[in-house]
């Protein structure tokens, strides 16, 4: 692809859906799972199609060595706008790829990784596997893979919570759908963990993301990002639905880390 399709939306995605509560409930609770499984700082993380930082630069900003790659320059550009707010210690451990995740080791020159993320990315494709691959390969022997990705479980929970209801009623049989404002495509956890294990990754688990939160947003409550104690309160009830089923199982998204076996 030459054309940037972030280019209008890198702003909206970067300043608006992140600095939402939703957004901040996202990367509050995956670093959560993220520092559960990954080794000990000063590691290697590879991000692919890390976007604007929001899920590395709290890693970078613990001691871990991070790498952002992606396709798009203008959510790179959003993201070194966003590095340069941060402490010089941090920026240092900071390195930006621009490259096309479905090839990812040849843009990384075929380095190996403690840890290599890839959040919400594999939607937007037509098929999963190519960029699957390309993050297990990317991984060293041990290593972590983490994917987050729409849950094709709860694909009504949006329309009917927004009371369209012939919309919601197609959604129990499609994964398709749309996403700030771009086709979109659901997977399951079962799915993607067959992908990693034919890649020498085992999954290791599995977690939910956005679960109260979406229903909130799509029933038509306003969420008050700057009242910190609620936000933290929010943050704590989701952390657990998380690992938790049956609350996992009915998030629209779902983590899912592995482990690439030796050798």
Known sequence: MTDDVWAGLADRFADGAYATVKGRVRTSVIHRHLLEHLPPAPARVLDVGGGAGHQSFPLA?????????????????????????LPEE???????????????????????????LCHGVLGYLEQSEPLVEQLCRCAADDG??????????????????????????????????????LP???????????????HGVEPVRWYGVWLFVDWLEFSGVDLDVNDTEQVAATIAVEYEA??????????????????KTLG
Do not use: C
């Open 144 to 181: 972590i893979v983490s994917i987050m990705t729409a849950n094709a479980h709860t694909t009504a929970v949006q329309p009917a919570l927004e009371r369209r209801w012939r919309d919601a009623l197609a959604a129990f049989d499609t994964r398709h759908g749309t996403v700030m404002g």
């Open 242 to 259: 998380s690992l938790r089923d049956p609350y996992r199982a009915m998030s629209r998204v779902f983590h899912l880390l592995g482990r």
């Open 61 to 85: 900003q613990v001691g871990y060595e991070v790498t952002v790659l992606d396709s798009s320059p203008a959510m790179l550009d959003k993201a070194r706008e966003r590095l340069a707010r």
């Open 184 to 198: 979109g495509r659901a997977d399951t956890p079962e799915e993607v963990g067959k992908l990693m294990l034919g």
């Open 90 to 116: 941090v920026r240092s451990r900071v390195t930006f790829v621009q490259a096309e995740g479905e090839h990812a080791e040849q843009a990384v020159n075929a380095e190996r990784f403690a840890a290599v």
